[in-house]
Nanobody, 122 residues
Framework: QVQLVEFGGGLVQPGGSLRLSCTASGFPFSSYAMSWYRQAPGKERELVATITVTSGRTTYVDSVKGRFTISRDNAKNTVYLQMNSLKPEDTAVYYC???????????????WGQGTHVTVSS
């Protein structure tokens, strides 16, 4: 059973930084690309960043490029999201999961973790 546990969120002032972590279990983590998503109040969940299996390629939504960095440690079954220069519009619940195509094709990934809340406010 796929289990994803996100943590590291909190309240931070604009311009500040946070590092989110997500530990995964129940599947061969090192064989799957991983993504971070977020859902702001009243909005749909959006894809924020994706990292390939060997960390060789990363992609980001335009709104976070140059500010967020996704990384992974396959030995620890953990994916990270370093968030710098945070803005109020980054306020959301952040989730990790496989990329959208994997979720669509593999029912095991359709259960989400509890997410971690990020609030950017002065």
């Amino acid at each position: 059973q796929v289990q994803l546990v996100e943590f590291g969120g909190g309240l931070v002032q604009p311009g500040g930084s946070l590092r989110l972590s997500c530990t995964a279990s129940g599947f061969p983590f090192s064989s799957y690309a991983m993504s971070w998503y977020r859902q702001a109040p009243g909005k749909e969940r959006e894809l924020v960043a994706t990292i390939t299996v060997t960390s060789g390629r990363t992609t980001y939504v335009d709104s976070v490029k140059g500010r967020f960095t996704i990384s992974r440690d396959n030995a620890k079954n953990t994916v990270y999201l370093q968030m710098n220069s945070l803005k109020p519009e980054d306020t959301a619940v952040y989730y990790c999961n496989a990329p959208p195509g994997t979720i669509a094709s593999m029912p095991a990934f359709r259960s989400w973790g509890q997410g971690t809340h990020v609030t950017v406010s002065s």
